[in-house]
């Protein structure tokens, strides 16, 4: 392999001729090979990185720190970067020591030599443009990354929302198609009182949508950076006027509302917004696994379960069992959950321990919430289109259910009173007998009343009741 011959503080070494990149990302590629997953994984890293680098150059342009001939060429292959260019020479490992000063490097690195081609320099020629002193201007990795890193979590969570949106969509489309069939509501897998398929479709939809705010509200938090801060938060290296010129720099580059923390030395240690974006994760995870584990349930069977609807077949279920199908899409959502939820306990323990002025581990952070984030919107819309569309109702087997259940009785109990319907429920429970055949027997209500009481409109929302049913 042609190589060029680079110098860095523990002296020199070979780089590939052709690369992008230098000495710093060479002697990161050497020495972590970890998750297997570079930063060119998550392209919304390197355009945030890219972002903050533009930015910095435009802020230092001003101030008069940068050339008007390094900061158009530091930009020029910022713009170059956001729109695409170069992203296979990202390529150290999420994962690494140095509180990611590797991947702040790359980025230097590959921005560096990119501008010297525009300038008509070869790469390596760092004495007409440096990836330290020029690129990394009045930055340090403990400001810039995690800023990029920060831009890159909240564009991210955008295509989540958008798949959230979607299956809320069409759980209520569900909702409305199947509004009008009657079906037994269960409490610790035993019957409760009716409702209709459709409320229970609405509630997975209204359930998730929820979230959606509390995602806004994390980005919000996530918008307010430590950019200008350099090493700990004091801004040593910089001009005074740099950080509050940077992060306008970044809001105008970007269309976010880029804020400058109030405190740079907490912002600089402090990882509680991260922290706040995994805990929203989790709870989305949390009500995504309950919905898989529900629908699971309503479609077991097909004989022997529930089977109150049916799932859509993907694929043959079993090896041995001829005619098996299993509910493979909610299980997969399942285990991408528990995925999610167990990466959060790793995002927490990686945010405690932050240790005075820094917190060396926030690689791990960022390496977990952008493939939590990534792993989510491709799983919502995996169930949604595989699964959630295709949903057929079983109305025999909910009719079935609703007839042969007792616990028609708690309608019963206002007219009746507690006691007699305790009584008419054992002996229904015992016999195999109706509940409503029961009740007419003992003349405990009219045919009327009955009929109203044990009426659908009556059993799944509030009715105001008429006539016989009024009296009792």
């Known amino acids: 392999m042609d190589t060029r011959i680079e110098h860095d503080l523990l002296g020199d070494a070979p780089v590939p001729a052709q690369a992008w990149y230098g000495i710093q990302t060479q002697r990161a590629l050497e020495n972590f090979s970890l998750s297997g997953t570079p930063i060119n994984a998550f392209p919304e890293l390197i355009r945030a990185l890219a972002k903050v680098k533009a930015a910095a150059a435009r802020a230092n342009q001003s101030l008069g720190q940068l050339s008007d001939i390094k900061a158009n060429a530091i930009a020029a292959a910022c713009d170059d970067i956001v729109q695409g260019a170069l992203h296979d020479q990202f390529v150290v490992d999420l994962i690494q020591g140095g509180a990611g000063t590797s991947t702040n490097m790359n980025a230097n690195e590959v921005i560096a030599n990119l501008a010297l081609a ?179 349930l309503l479609s077991s069977g097909p004989r022997t379960g529930l089977g109150e609807i049916r799932l859509p077949a993907m694929q043959p279920g079993s090896s041995i069992m001829p005619g098996k199908v299993n509910p493979v899409i909610p299980e997969a959502v399942n285990q991408v959950a528990f995925q999610v939820i167990g990466t959060d306990m790793t995002i927490t323990m990686a945010a405690e321990a932050a240790q005075l002025q820094l917190n060396a581990m926030e690689p791990v952070i960022v390496y977990n919430l952008l493939n939590n984030c990534a792993l989510l919107t491709r799983a919502i819309a995996m169930l949604d289109s595989r699964c959630i569309q295709g949903i057929e109702a079983n109305e025999a087997k909910c009719e079935q259910h609703v007839s042969s259940s007792i616990g028609i009785v708690t309608a019963l109990v206002p007219h009746i009173g507690y006691e007699n319907a305790t009584r008419i429920a054992g002996e229904a429970l015992l016999s195999g007998a109706g509940v409503a055949e029961l009740v007419r027997r003992d003349g405990l209500l009219s045919d009327d009343a009955l009929s109203q009481i044990l009426s659908p409109a009556a059993m799944v929302t509030p009715v105001e009741l008429t006539g016989a049913a009024k009296a009792h």
Request: hydrophobic share 40%.
């Open 118 to 296: 525009k300038l008509g320099h070869g790469k390596g020629e760092y004495r007409h443009l440096h990836p330290n002193n020029d690129v990394n201007c009045s930055q340090s990795t403990n400001d810039a990354y995690p800023t990029a890193a920060r831009l890159a979590m909240v564009e991210a969570t955008a295509p989540l929302k958008v798949a959230i949106e979607a299956i809320c969509l069409s759980l209520e489309v569900k909702g409305r198609e199947f509004s009008h069939i009657l079906k037994m509501g269960r409490t610790q897998l035993q019957d409760a009182v009716p409702m209709t398929l459709g409320q229970e479709f609405d509630a997975f939809a209204s359930s998730l949508k929820s979230d959606i705010g509390r995602i806004d509200d994390a980005c919000k938090e996530l918008c307010v950076v430590n950019l200008g801060g350099t090493a700990i938060g004091t801004g040593i290296n910089t001009h005074p006027a740099y950080g509050v010129l940077a992060v306008k720099a970044l809001a105008d580059i970007t269309g976010l509302p880029v804020t400058q923390a109030d405190n740079l030395i907490d912002a600089t240690t402090d990882m509680g917004a991260f922290v706040t974006l995994s805990s929203v994760l989790k709870r989305l995870a949390v009500k995504l696994s309950k919905l898989s584990n529900d629908l699971r």
